[in-house]
DNA sequence: TTGTATGCGTTATCAC
DNA sequence: GTGATAACGCATACAA
């Protein structure tokens, strides 16, 4: 005896009103004299109806939904973002679609399709990588001016970007180092097609520079942000002749691992070695010693990513301009980082 | 200039067939001639059509989509398993939302909501704590088929739940420890209303009995599964004034934390104290000493979540049985536990 | 194998 | 302030 779910109909006949005054009900109550509107809201509670989103979303040409698209989901640097980002589409009435980019099928397409099939209004990508055919299949179809950068951002994209000051970050680093009395400053890059990592690496350079450092070839240590090649780092660098006093890692995680596989091999953090990482991951505070970090304020350029998404939801003719906007960055100062030893 | 959307009558126009056909090479490619069909993929090419997914789903009752429910995203723990869902899903042709059950919206209310109104064909939760009159909501809409519960789950309800053997984990830990020597274990629990916590601290204790230990009632430390717990466990351990000579933890994030805060009062792991995990984290392999800990197959336990699921999708009459399948877990021996010293 | 015609449940346009 | 009715774009029962 399958109970068929309540419809506007059926609701409009309970009332004893028409299916659009239900609807006006649902949609702008205040067009409605208070008596009609209680006793549709009666209705709908005495019915237990709810609105048919597809039925909706057809007529009104619109998903309530966002696309978010996560390289790599398992990362918490990112989760955390995910996680802001929710609570603000949800207060917003969006719900939100997940996708990682990790993922085999080609991420340019998949997304493509989302918007242009009406899955969803909009995209807030954390992923920089996105494909340049992607940006014009959504510009063919006008949809590029709902689309947001988090985190990350492509250069060959015109598009808003929520970002942390990845440059100030470096430089922050730098700075605290060269203060303690570093001079030979190693740095453990990100992945180098990755947009952060050219950035931060490319800041830390010019800082150096400008500091009068000089950094020798091999103390750019090439990584990917994970675990894995912050070790991988480590191995280099206790390998050298020469060894670098003190080495800025491009991520938390890096950091940590180096600092574990360093120990291992009998250098201890901060006395033979002092490191500061990025990010400010929440494990970051609880290790020991605890990691000097760059802060980013992940909630923040979540809750933000959102925002600027919403706005331009709810703006008629989104534009496709490249509003960057910079999110603070911070220099959090633990206990791998020390005055340089005799 | 905005150039429509073309709909499926544009491509029926191109292609000089009527709409069904074009609707059929959609669905059911095989059904149409080979001439028609190459005709119908021509102009769905050549006028760049693609399929509106609202007016699909109305049509079909169905949304091609499932509700991922998870509680506070940012844990890595559940990212990594959000991670894999979305992998089957995706490959399924289902889209994925999520929702963080941590919002301040009733998450049991917004859950309904996206299952009533047809947002989603399906929920996997990764959040044991939802309400009973969530279950009762579903179960009158004849939806709670539909349900699969991943990692946590209810005993109220009687949903296919896909979970780690969460007892046998703490038996693990319990004998490992036993078999070092050790006859004083402490147990650093999860939260009191969480199930994970529950099975795994009855098991702790029904395991210690087994074996002839004595648990004193403050060597069960109250945690929360986060770092911050894991901390504030240490610090009521040390002052202990016969502590225990290990501790097994219910999350490794309480694990590593409590390592580190023993380790500012001048505790030794594992001299002086070994530490058991659980969940191994990528990072638990990956700091110094590295940690001891009771694997769960996370990809796993999501992957096997997203097929159970798809497969009651796809039965004409979903059970609401509550089919039990246990992921098994490991033991990993790492370096947070030793032989006890004399 | 293909075409015709109807309806999915809602909102928007127009009357009243 | 409210009601009748026509779309929204697609999939399917039925015919041919």
Known sequence: MQK?????????????????????????????????REKVFDAIRATGYRVNKAARNLRTR?????????????????????????????ANGYSVLVFDSQQPSAPGQVVSDYMLNGSVDGLITLDGNVSSAMGDTLKNAHMLGNVVFC?????????????SDNALGARLAVDHLFALGHRRIAHVTGPADNILAKVRRAAFEARCAELGLTV???????????????????EQLVAMPERPTAVFCASDEMALSLISRCK???????????????DDLEIAGFVQPSLTTIRQDRT????????????????????EISRIVLSPVDLIIRDTTATIGP
């Not at 004893?16 to 205040?30: K, N």
């Not at 901060?270 to 990482?277: A, N």
């Open 4 to 36: 068929l779910q309540p419809k506007i109909k059926d609701v409009a006949h309970v009332a004893g009103v028409s299916t659009a005054t239900v609807s006006r009900a649902l949609t702008q109550p205040e067009r409605l004299s208070e008596t009609t």
């Open 62 to 90: 619109r998903a309530g939904a966002v696309l978010v698209l996560v390289p790599n989901l398992g990362n918490p640097f990112f989760s955390t973002i995910l996680s802001s980002i929710n609570e603000v589409l949800a």
């Open 151 to 163: 985190c990350e951002w492509s250069d060959a994209l015109p598009l808003p970007s929520i970002r």
């Open 216 to 234: 020798a070839p091999e103390w750019i240590i090439p990584g990917d942000f994970t675990l894995a090649s912050g070790a991988h780092a480590a």
């Open 264 to 278: 291992q091999h009998g250098l201890s953090v901060p006395k033979d070695l002092s490191v500061v990482g990025f």
């Open 300 to 319: 923040g350029l979540g809750r933000r990513a959102a925002e600027e998404l919403i706005t331009r939801l709810n703006s008629v003719q989104p534009q």
